[in-house]
């Protein structure tokens, strides 16, 4: 089965964001640090630092949660439509962005957000219309590429 990248799915992506926005509140209560999994990825290539078995496992728990959840329900599968090139320029264009940026969405949009961070709500503005330009020229100026 394969996606349907324009299906709008309201009451699973409620639940995803509610899952969220727990394990992003959850963290930072027992941690005292923002959910950033961009920062929190940084952290764990650096020698040293506090709380990496702490990093360590919420990342973990990130990559672990689809596959538990797979046991138990048949996840569609994923098709890239892309050659592999595209899809490593787009992810290293995204690792310079949280780098200029200061953060990724959850650390700015989810918790710099809920924290009424004016930083933040500049930094979403701006990677939420990124990505709106983006898919508008992936879809409508380079769809025959």
């Not at 048949?74 to 090139?85: D, M, Q």
């Amino acid at each position: 089965m394969l996606v349907d990248m324009n299906a709008f799915t309201p009451w699973s992506a409620l639940g995803g964001g509610v899952l969220i926005g727990l394990a992003a509140g959850l963290f930072a209560a027992a941690n005292g640090r923002i959910a950033g999994i961009s920062g929190l990825l940084a952290s764990m290539l650096q020698r040293s630092g506090e709380g990496r078995g702490d990093k360590a496992a919420f990342l973990l728990g990130i990559i672990a949660a689809p596959l538990l959840w797979q046991v138990f329900v048949s996840l569609p599968a994923v098709e890239f439509t892309r050659a592999p090139w595209v899809l490593m320029v787009a992810g290293l264009l995204v690792g310079l962005g949280t780098r200029y940026g200061g953060g990724c969405t959850s650390g700015h949009g989810v918790c710099g957000l809920s924290r009424l961070s004016p930083r933040s709500a500049v930094a979403t503005l701006c990677f939420m219309a990124a990505g709106f330009a983006t898919v508008f020229v992936a879809r409508h100026l380079l769809a025959g590429v």
